[in-house]
């Protein structure tokens, strides 16, 4: 089955620019979804498609997909963005087999 | 705007059977283009996919669940449901529902319920 990995953990100081990577077998053929999670609240929808920003999602965050790394960039990062992040792809070998990755926390230093 | 409300015993025993219902508001549940569905964030596994179901009926369930899990919808309501049976230790943790997007080679999850915490005991 689909395994996504991302780093643990990544921090940057604020203004400066994120970049959260999702490696995976079949990230070729499968598009990515990112989610920001903060504490004690639901996942939110960041970008899908790769590269698609949900209405209402702001333009600093934006993703892409080379092959087998997928990446989601947060420019000009804000304090408000620290959380955790998680990326998400549908397994390759089936219709419904969906995968999250481990998650990544991003520290606004 | 759409929102989803989860409902369900937050704490059960082993062996039971975990019962959740959410509450649509904002859409109808009976639109053909959407998906509604469960994913659950448990310490073990981190964000898991449970499965999903559309207006008729029709389900889709990731293959570790299929033995134990139902999902349906109740379209006058505006409700949808997860039953998953023979539950563990293994089973706690925060179970949310939204609504899920299934297109050609993509799945996304948008908007999530504020999610419930279910515990089980031994």
């Known amino acids: 089955s689909q395994e996504l990995t991302q780093p643990p953990s990544v921090s940057v100081s604020p203004g400066q620019t994120a970049r959260i990577t999702c490696s995976g077998d079949?990230?070729?053929?499968?598009?990515i979804s990112w989610y920001q999670q903060r504490p004690g609240q639901a996942p939110v929808l960041m970008i899908y498609?790769?590269?698609e920003r949900p209405s209402g999602i702001p333009e600093r965050f934006s993703g892409s997909n080379s092959g087998a790394t997928v990446t989601l960039t947060i420019s000009g990062v804000q304090a408000e963005d620290e959380a955790d992040y998680y990326c998400?792809?549908?397994?390759?070998?089936?219709?419904?087999?969906?995968?999250f990755g481990g998650g990544t926390k991003l520290t606004v230093l | 705007q759409l929102h989803l409300q989860e409902s369900g015993p937050g704490l059960l025993k082993a062996s039971e059977t975990l019962s959740l219902t959410c509450t649509v508001s904002g859409a109808a549940i009976s639109r053909t283009d959407y998906y509604w569905g469960w994913i659950r964030q448990t310490p073990g596994k981190g964000l898991e996919c449970i499965g999903s179901?559309?207006?008729?009926?029709?389900?889709y369930h990731t293959p570790s669940f299929k033995s134990r899990v139902t999902i349906s919808v109740d379209t006058s309501k505006n409700q949808f449901s997860l039953k998953l049976t023979s539950v563990t230790a293994a089973d706690t943790g925060v179970y949310f529902c939204?609504?899920?997007?299934?297109?050609?080679?993509?799945?996304?999850?948008?908007?999530w319920g504020q999610g419930t915490l279910v515990t089980v005991s031994s």
């Open positions: 079949a990230l070729s053929k499968q598009y």
């Open positions: 939204g609504r899920h997007v299934i297109v050609p080679a993509a799945i996304w999850f948008d908007p």
């Open positions: 179901v559309d207006y008729s009926g029709t389900t």
């Open positions: 998400q792809s549908a397994d390759s070998s089936g219709k419904y087999h969906v995968a």
């Open positions: 498609k790769d590269s």
